[in-house]
């Protein structure tokens, strides 16, 4: 996970992959990458951006 400064909001980006199983029986593999911001009042996480990279 990388922290990011943008704006002067402190981001989080993480970078992983989700398997899926297609109707076949192939397995096939996506990357993303989600940016989430920390909300210390709410004890909470807030998805900012989800990407997938193929």
Do not use: C, H
């Amino acid at each position: 996970m990388a922290r990011l400064n943008k704006g002067g909001k402190r981001l989080f980006a993480a970078i992983a992959y989700v398997d899926a199983q297609n109707g076949f029986g192939a397995v096939i593999r996506t990357p993303y990458m989600a940016q989430i911001k920390r909300i210390p009042e709410q004890d909470s996480w807030r998805l900012i951006g989800l990407k997938f990279l193929n």
